[in-house]
């Protein structure tokens, strides 16, 4: 089954303060459903589109942020 190690907390209201929808989608992102890889956002890709460049690394001392498995730690 799924991993929950990979389940990621989206906070969408935190990023529609700083952007607008047309920002992300379609272009980024389809509205729902959008498979996402680590490998996919180190490419630049999705998330890291902006993350890395202009917002939070997504690195390894940045997985909590994230990934709800290590939130807190």
Do not use: W
């Amino acid at each position: 089954g799924p991993d929950p190690l990979l389940d990621v907390y989206f906070p969408h209201s935190t990023h529609t303060q700083h952007l607008d929808c047309a920002s992300c989608h379609p272009k980024l992102f389809r509205y729902r459903g959008t498979k996402i890889t680590m490998k996919d956002i180190a490419e630049g890709k999705f998330c890291g589109f902006c993350h890395g460049k202009v917002a939070f690394p997504p690195d390894a001392e940045n997985c909590g942020r994230c990934h709800t498995a290590f939130v807190g730690e």
